[in-house]
């Protein structure tokens, strides 16, 4: 396969780059692991690959994500460990809280606005 003029990686390298970044649980070292990509290489990637739209979505995505930055998934897992105050608790599928239909679902308030997508 040809390699891609802007990059020098095949069209098969580029498209799974762009595949890694899209998921949340796979770290920049990792992409720079399998393909030698930096964040800024990986970042200027889906810049020039993507749509301007589905580029700034991302970005907002990922920006500060934890799961996207390994040293930010071991400080975060550490200070959990060290933190017994926030502990799980899985209730069996009989005693799992009724949310009837008279009642709404509420969501948290989102910080994406429409003017920070432009």
Same mark, same amino acid.
């Given at each position: ?10 069209a098969?390298?580029v ?16 992409? *720079?692991?399998?393909?030698?990509? %930096? &964040? +800024?290489?990986?970042?200027? #990637?889906?810049?020039?690959h993507?749509?301007?739209?589905? !580029? ?10 934890d ?7 071991? *400080?975060?897992?550490?200070?959990? %460990? &060290? +933190?017994?105050?926030?502990? #799980? ?8 809280? !009724? ?20």
């Open positions: 396969m040809p390699a891609h003029p802007s990059t020098g990686m095949s098969a390298d498209s799974a780059v762009i595949g890694m970044a899209w998921q949340d649980d796979t770290p920049f070292e990792a992409m *720079a692991l399998q393909f030698g990509l %930096s &964040e +800024d290489q990986v970042i200027a #990637l889906m810049r020039a993507l749509k301007a739209r589905s !580029f700034r979505v991302w970005r907002m995505r990922v920006r500060g994500r799961t996207k930055h390994q040293a930010l998934q071991h *400080a975060r897992s550490r200070a959990t %460990s &060290e +933190d017994t105050a926030h502990t #799980l608790v899985l209730l069996e599928p009989e005693k799992q809280p !009724f949310q009837s239909e008279s009642e709404p679902l509420t969501l948290p308030r989102s910080g994406v606005t429409a003017a920070s997508l432009r």
